[in-house]
């Protein structure tokens, strides 16, 4: 009895201490304020910091969901009231009824009761982009604020929203870059980026991994904060270029993808320029909505088909936390908007003048609490808005068929697993058909899957399944295209070489099973490429490598391929033929290849690329009976090195003649050779800004491999000036000495989801025997 008494005293004891006496303060931690100038917190110090920050306020829990793809904890902090901690299992039930409303049965009245007694819950996501230093830090300034403090406004946030944070979606890059930043500290490199991908294989592309899911990061994220939640509104914090307004929110221009649901564009609307709003009320200057960004692409988008608001959130960078110094004159702006004029959607133009890493959390935090103060006052719009959407789903769009169908039986097993493993990722219910039946024609066998278009993500499997048709948008009648923020086509059927056919209408819907649980991808490696004999592969890894460069190192790892990753010196060194039979260049410029990073920007040893020696050593590795791959930018290198007579049909063109940001084209192969056998004589590949359409000198020694299909190319997305790119080589084999030179125009892998032409990389890769 008397050591019950202590334990309720000292709780009331505790509870009588104000929370912000009870919490370490950043400042106590870290030894200085997050977000000070040259200051970076790493992942080991601000890991630390949220655990002490769990242990000591009740308003916070820390999970570990799982390790990042190089091994750095991947963790997300739950943030909310005492109260709603106390029943938060029962607030997860109602938000999970209002994301699938088949599970509400007791008509108005018990989704009175849900909307009455749900949170708004938001997802903050902080740096994906680890040179993008801010987000990292205003993540622990806003836990602070959050764990402590009792102002009213906070208060209303903490009883009305479930804040879920993740404070990284980049540990090992945050890792990296705070520490390659604090070792070069106070010298002649301090500010400079470094010399590797800071995601290790997809560095930027880290933020265009949102539909088909490949990094460990992305999956968790999806599966233990996206899936298990179903946020109604998600904030995902970056940075930007400096010569530009200070702070980006939505609206997004146009366009927007089709299946997105017009009630998240308006919500988008309305909460992004709520938070422009309020910035600009608290007197900070270049905040700018209705410009640069698009709706467009779902590699960015996750939320957007799973009935939650997506905000973005871009503010100027400065040089990592080093100041910098803006004059107003070198201001820019950017699309639907200049920097340097006040207009509408860009009310209060940034003057110029001082900018770093104190600001830039500053707006950051602004940012993130305007997000959660709009999402505590209007809790019961985000939640009835959520429900309307997801019900609108399940009663089915008109502009969607009834269903989905992949037949079973195909050949390209792997396609098929990747595009299951990206549905069922998504939260997409996928059936198996259990006898066969016969819709749009034809008669599907058992064992087909089946994806019926009443569901709560039902746009999110449309959208990767349909065709995309992206508009001819110009600057002016007549005039260049207005750009992309991204590609313009992502239809998986394309990309993956497996064939999924719309239902309008059932004949006799066959029984189906119950939806699949998440399905895995397989890979299988090409024979040639395993066992004894295999061929020695090396990969050249520059300091200035690719992001093409490190997809292309996740699906060799995927596959279990044995190849040597090696860099500039390896090179330089010679003698390549010794140790290796393959080299494969990706997409990579021949001053990038030849010389780097120039001396004196880098520490000696990541400059100099391959120099004259390292071109030397490729040239003797090829002569002597090496393979070298060259993919995209590299071809030019190898065209140049072997002077092959071979130029870039489209290089030079005005971009009001000929312009493709990213969209799948038909390729026409040639048969009966080893690089493309076992392909169909058509296939889909991904053409973009970097591909090339080949012009090949009448008595050069060249095979022609692929070329672009007649009339007009694109399968999927937009082309403008098809004509130009028709017919056109796309892939070649020189002969050169006694081994042979591969040149790949298009991009075999891109974004690690060209399944349909990774049997060519794969066969470019296995050179006959000699």
């Not at 890991?47 to 750095?72: F, H, I, M, N």
């Not at 330089?572 to 033929?577: E, F, I, M, Q, S």
């Not at 125009?745 to 891109?750: A, D, L, T």
Request: hydrophobic letters at 40%.
């Amino acid at each position: 009895m008397k050591r019950a008494l202590t334990v309720v005293l000292s709780l009331l004891l505790f509870l009588a201490v104000p929370a912000s006496a009870q919490v370490p303060t950043p400042l106590s931690h870290f030894g200085f304020e997050p977000g000070a100038d040259r200051k970076l917190a790493n992942w080991t110090q601000l890991t630390g910091y949220y655990a002490k920050l769990a242990q000591t306020s009740p308003r916070v829990k820390l999970d570990t969901l799982g390790s990042a793809e190089r091994g750095q904890p991947f963790v997300m902090l739950t943030i909310t009231s005492e109260q709603n901690h106390a029943r938060l299992a029962q607030l997860k039930d109602i938000q999970l009824r209002l994301a699938d409303p088949r599970r509400i049965t007791g008509g108005d009245a018990e989704l009175g009761r849900l909307l009455d007694e749900g949170r708004s819950v938001v997802l903050i996501t902080h740096g994906i982009h680890a040179t993008e230093v801010g987000g990292g830090q205003t993540a622990a300034r806003l836990a602070y604020k959050l764990a402590t403090s009792d102002d009213p406004k906070i208060r209303e946030i903490l009883d009305n929203v479930i804040l879920l944070q993740i404070p990284s979606l980049n540990p090992d890059g945050l890792q990296w870059v705070a520490d390659w930043y604090n070792e070069t500290l106070g010298g002649p490199y301090e500010g400079t980026s470094q010399p590797w991908l800071y995601q290790f294989y997809t560095g930027h592309d880290n933020n265009r991994d949102w539909y088909s899911f490949t990094q460990s990061e992305t999956r968790l994220t999806v599966e233990h904060a996206h899936n298990e939640w179903h946020p109604q509104i998600v904030h995902d914090i970056h940075q930007m270029g400096n010569n530009g307004a200070r702070i980006f929110f939505p609206p997004f221009i146009d366009p927007y993808e089709p299946n997105v649901d017009p009630a998240i564009i308006t919500g988008v609307n309305q909460l992004g320029a709520y938070m422009a709003a309020e910035l600009t009320m608290q007197g900070k200057r270049g905040v700018v909505i209705d410009a640069i960004y698009d709706g467009f692409s779902p590699a960015r988008a996750y939320q957007h088909y799973h009935g939650g608001i997506r905000i973005l959130s871009e503010t100027a960078s400065a040089n990592l936390a080093s100041p910098i110094r803006q004059s107003e004159e070198d201001m820019r702006g950017g699309r639907a908007y200049d920097a340097a004029v006040a207009s509408r959607n860009y009310p209060l133009p940034w003057k110029g003048g001082a900018w770093g890493l104190p600001y830039i959390v500053e707006y950051m935090e602004a940012g993130a609490l305007a997000l959660l103060t709009n999402a505590a006052k209007n809790r019961r719009y985000f939640l009835e808005n959520f429900y309307r959407i997801n019900e609108r789903a399940v009663n089915g769009w008109p502009e969607w068929p009834a269903a989905w169908v992949i037949p079973g039986e195909q050949a390209n097993t792997a396609g098929v697993s990747y595009v299951l493993n990206i549905l069922t990722t998504g939260d997409v219910e996928v059936h198996r058909a259990e006898s066969s039946f016969t819709a749009a024609g034809r008669t599907f066998p058992a064992g087909s899957y089946v994806i019926p278009m009443q569901q709560p993500y039902a746009s999110f499997a449309q959208t990767m399944l349909e065709v995309q048709h992206y508009p001819d948008l110009r600057e002016y009648p007549g005039g260049p295209p207005r750009q992309p923020y991204d590609v313009t086509a992502h239809t998986l059927p394309l990309l993956m070489n497996v064939e999924a056919v719309p239902i309008d209408e059932w004949g006799a819907r066959p029984p189906l099973s119950a939806p699949i649980p998440e399905h895995a991808r397989s890979f299988t490696l090409p024979v040639g490429l395993s066992g004894n004999n295999a061929p020695r592969i090396a990969y050249l890894k520059s300091w200035q490598e690719p992001m093409e460069g490190g997809w292309t190192r996740w699906v060799f790892d995927q596959h279990e391929l044995r190849y040597d990753t090696i860099h500039d010196d390896r090179v330089r060194a010679g003698n390549l033929r010794r140790d290796y039979d393959v080299l494969v260049l990706q997409s990579q410029s021949p001053n990038s290849i030849r010389n780097g990073y120039r001396p004196g920007s880098m520490p000696e040893q990541y400059t100099g690329g391959i120099g004259d020696a390292g071109a030397q050593a490729i040239r003797e590795f090829v002569e002597g009976g090496g393979r070298l791959v060259a993919i995209e930018d590299a071809t030019e290198f190898a065209i140049e090195l072997f002077g092959l007579g071979i130029r870039n049909a489209v290089d030079g063109l005005p971009s009001r003649e000929f312009y493709v940001p990213g969209s799948i084209v038909r390729l026409d192969l040639t048969q009966n050779h080893p690089i493309t056998a076992g392909l169909a004589p058509t296939v889909s590949g991904w053409y973009w800004n970097s591909s090339r359409a080949f012009t090949v000198a009448q008595d050069a020694p060249i095979r022609v491999l692929a070329r672009y299909g007649p009339d007009n190319p694109v399968q999927s997305g937009w082309i403008l000036g098809p004509e130009k790119l028709a017919g056109q080589i796309a892939l070649v084999e020189a002969t050169i000495g006694q081994g042979s030179v591969v040149l790949f125009g298009f991009q075999p892998n891109y974004r690690a989801q060209t399944i349909a032409t990774w049997p060519l990389l794969f066969n470019a890769m296995t050179p006959p025997r000699r």
